[in-house]
């Protein structure tokens, strides 16, 4: 039984979203580490969402009318998930700094390729994103509670 | 949408029944929607255009069959077009406020059949 069967779809979200927030924080993190585990500069890493089906999409779509209630009108419904956390390979800024450890024979030393405007922008995203999936938990629980009142009150 | 359930009609209550059931999965649908605003290429969902036309035309011929019978069902919206270069259809701000106005619905249909049963319940105490 699932009284309120969009909190799997949200709740996804919030999972996606909050990952890759914790990916710009790495980023921001690593914004001026020159040696990576590789031994080359930190490469920023971009978080990507795919559209999967949920558990009501797949028992629709597999066995067709039986089961739950509304299970084929759910036939269209996606859920979310971070398909992959990949590299971005661009190539960073190069610093003319001698002194520094990981500096190559000409003295300069590769910057990692995060930029800090960006990261602050995909955070903001990312936070509004949450803040939007969390209204819609909200107003979910808020129908199953009238729902439930309407039981109630008779 | 709601307004069928406005008028004195004998059906009003198993028309709120229904629409209740509409509410609850267009809230599915935006939430799934919400859930995908960052995901490249989707394409956002809502329920089927037609179908409240058909309540309509049921309610207007009395048909309490062909109502009991509709079946809400959620489908791509083809209308809405893309405004990212990836090719999302889906606007945050819109969604929201259509998931509130859900919400707003699911509550009105909530006090509407809640009070139905209260004078169906007066009507049999009476007695």
């Not at chain 1, 996606?16 to 040696?35: F, G, H, K, L, S």
């Not at chain 1, 629980?141 to 009142?149: G, P, V």
Request: proline share 4%; aromatic share 4%.
């Amino acid at each position: 039984m699932n009284i309120i069967p969009s909190l799997q779809t949200t709740g996804d979200a919030l999972n996606a979203e909050r990952i890759r927030m914790d990916v710009i924080a790495q980023n921001i993190a690593n914004a001026q580490t020159t040696r990576d585990v590789n031994g080359k500069a930190y490469q920023r890493k971009v978080v990507s969402f795919e559209a999967v089906m949920n558990d009501a999409t797949k028992a629709a779509r597999g066995s067709g009318n039986g089961g739950g209630d509304n299970n084929e009108s759910q036939a269209n419904l996606k859920t979310v998930r971070v398909s992959g956390v990949t590299a971005d390979t661009s190539p960073g800024e190069r610093v003319y700094n001698p002194a520094s450890p990981d500096a190559d024979k000409t003295g300069y030393v590769e910057m990692p390729n995060v930029k800090m405007a960006q990261e602050m922008v995909d955070l903001i995203t990312s936070s509004r994103a949450y803040e939007a999936n969390l209204t819609v938990a909200k107003n979910g629980k808020a129908m199953a509670d009238s729902a439930l009142r309407m039981a109630r009150d008779q | 949408m709601v307004d069928v359930v406005m008028g004195t009609d004998p059906t009003a209550s198993l028309v709120a029944r229904k629409l209740l059931d509409v509410q609850a999965l267009r809230h599915d649908a935006i939430a799934a929607n919400i859930a995908n605003a960052e995901t490249p290429g989707y394409k956002r969902v809502d329920l089927d255009p037609d179908f409240d036309a058909q309540l309509k035309d049921a309610v207007q011929k009395h048909d309490r069959q062909a109502i009991k019978n509709l079946t809400p069902t959620i489908v791509e919206d083809r209308s809405a077009k893309a405004v990212r270069p990836d090719g999302n259809t889906v606007v945050l701000e819109k969604e929201l406020m259509i998931d509130n106005q859900t919400a707003v619905n699911y509550d009105f249909l909530d006090q509407y059949l809640s009070m139905h049963i209260q004078q169906m319940q007066q009507a049999a105490r009476s007695n």
